[in-house]
């Protein structure tokens, strides 16, 4: 009954920018911690960058100083600003959601993945 849903991707030149949104529908109370993750063929899904409810955020030192996560809980948005693109930051990018629904706890949520395409 939850659903996370992404889009901005697209392709842009190396050194340009990019703006993700992830929103989220459906069925619950609230949602806790949330992160953007990416994954580039052939790589492991790594964690790019993370935020608290309140907040609070964290970056993989690969993307510290140029990109920034934030998120509105009035509606249910999380966003990803990425600047000074490299060619390695090409990946799918997907968001995730630790979810706490009105009966059953908490789970976490993925959406589908959007790609980010950086061409030099």
């Known amino acids: 009954q939850v659903q996370l849903v992404e889009s901005g991707g697209g392709l842009v030149q190396a050194g340009g920018s990019l703006g993700l949104s992830c929103a989220a529908s459906g069925t619950f109370l609230r949602i806790n911690d949330m992160g953007w993750y990416r994954q580039a063929p052939g790589t492991k899904r790594e964690v790019v960058a993370a935020i608290t409810r309140g907040g609070s955020t964290n970056y993989a030192d690969s993307v510290k100083g140029r990109f920034t996560i934030s998120r509105d809980n009035a509606k249910h948005t999380m966003y990803l600003q990425m600047n000074s693109l490299k060619v390695a930051d090409a990946a799918v990018y997907y968001c995730?959601?630790?979810?706490?629904?009105?009966?059953?706890?908490?789970?976490?949520?993925w959406g589908q993945g959007t790609q980010v395409t950086v061409s030099s």
């Open positions: 995730n959601g630790r979810v706490l629904a009105v009966v059953g706890g908490v789970r976490a949520y």
